[in-house]
């Protein structure tokens, strides 16, 4: 049985592999001119109002986050709204001829949100639809996948590399004509004297292949050195399941999001899918602002686990740097309560690995957050088609 499962996860990670190898060599092109077209709409003061439904208001939650406060220091934080609880009304209410909106959905589309994609067409807005068609939307592409979960994996890296892209635009609007340094090894065509922003994009173009390719890079490297381990982790967040536990998830930021995305995979399944319980603690802004205001953003998470923790349940800790404070305390408190703890971690898994704080870590050996999350994604959403086979015997 064990060798099935390390086999199943193996061929997970590489159905992804293949089916990104085939999308963004011929979708990158398109790619570098929609966010070109973005960094001239930012730079006329517009701003990016992004929407979904279900598990796809958390990548509205993710792209609003990522352009808001960048995870590189440094950038600069652009105008981006997550609308998602009202949409349709909420646009009508705010949008501008000068602004952006992005809508998300599952593989076969949304009719709502490409509904209010066209209306804000019609009203001058630059609109991108994940996924859609000519008729939806300015940019929108067609879903990757038919697997919703891959579809949302490849969608996470599109919107992701567009964040990036965007500010490698900017950046060769401020850098034309000054010398860049090290900047030139990952993006040589940002330096010498100033040119038209469409000459760039062959480049920018290649650059975004090459992100995908890094993903690529790490799935195969987690499918080698991890899939018994990630087998494992199912295997016991099965057994916890099965005797009446539930899933507790949160991180922060852009691993907020990636909490929030496996609650509601758990709680709202593709099609075929069985529900499972899970709830995550960063989907409760009020709490989470009260606990941050009141006492301290440390116990943000501790706080609202200590109501809600069972022996059963299993503690899911998502964190990029592996060393997030609150992310820590809530996993120390866990195992003090006997739950089952799991790690999902970047770069060499930080202090929760240093000091051994989850039954199980999951590390992608990475030290760029985008390319951790995408990875991250794919391990998280296998683990769920795991829990599908182990309880319900399909997946």
């Keep these: 049985m064990s060798t099935t499962l390390t086999s199943f996860v193996q061929q997970r990670f590489s159905a992804r592999n293949a089916c990104s190898q085939a999308f963004f060599p011929g979708e990158a092109p398109r790619l570098a001119t929609i966010c070109r077209r973005m960094a001239e709409r930012f730079l006329e003061g517009g701003r990016l109002l992004a929407f979904g439904r279900g598990p796809y208001a958390t990548d509205a939650q993710h792209v609003s986050v990522e352009f808001i406060h960048p995870v590189i220091v440094g950038k600069r934080a652009l105008p981006a709204l997550d609308l998602s609880l009202a949409f349709p009304e909420w646009?009508?209410?705010?949008?501008?001829?000068?602004?952006?909106?992005?809508?998300?959905g599952p593989p076969t589309g949304d009719a709502l949100v490409h509904s209010c994609l066209q209306d804000l067409r019609t009203r001058g807005v630059l609109t991108l639809a994940l996924p859609g068609d000519a008729d939806t939307a300015d940019y929108a592409v067609q879903a990757p996948s038919d697997d919703p979960f891959i579809h949302q994996e490849l969608i996470e890296v599109l919107y992701h590399t567009l964040w990036e892209t965007v500010h490698v635009f900017f950046e060769h609007r401020q850098l034309a004509g000054h010398d860049i340094g090290e900047m030139a090894t990952f993006y040589p065509f940002l330096g010498g004297a100033s040119v038209d922003l469409r000459s760039v994009e062959p480049a920018v173009a290649q650059s975004i292949v090459a992100k995908a390719e890094e993903d690529e890079r790490l799935r195969e490297k987690l499918a080698g050195e991890q899939a018994e381990t990630i087998a494992q982790v199912a295997r016991a967040m099965a057994e916890r399941l099965e005797r009446g536990?539930?899933?507790?998830?949160?991180?922060?930021?852009?691993?907020?999001?990636?909490?929030?995305?496996?609650?509601l995979d758990c709680v709202i399944p593709p099609a075929g899918y069985h529900p499972v319980s899970a709830l995550s603690l960063a989907l409760e802004p009020a709490n989470l602002s009260a606990i941050a205001n009141d006492v301290g953003e440390e116990v943000m998470f501790l706080r609202q686990l200590i109501p809600h923790a069972q022996p059963?349940?299993?503690?899911?800790g998502i964190s990029t740097s592996g060393g997030s404070r609150n992310v820590i305390l809530a996993l120390e408190e866990a195992r003090k309560r006997g739950l089952l703890t799991v790690g999902l971690l970047g770069y060499d898994g930080g202090e929760i690995v240093r000091r051994q704080l989850v039954d199980y870590a999951?590390?992608?050996?990475?030290?760029?957050?985008?390319?951790?999350q995408e990875v991250q994604a794919s391990t998280y959403h296998i683990i769920r088609e795991l829990l599908e086979v182990m309880l319900y015997g399909s997946a």
Excluded: E
């Design 362 to 372: 999951l590390v992608v050996p990475c030290d760029y957050i985008p390319r951790i």
């Design 312 to 316: 059963t349940d299993v503690a899911i």
């Design 245 to 263: 536990g539930k899933l507790i998830c949160f991180g922060n930021g852009g691993s907020a999001t990636d909490a929030n995305d496996l609650a």
């Design 91 to 104: 646009t009508t209410a705010v949008a501008h001829p000068t602004d952006m909106a992005m809508g998300f």
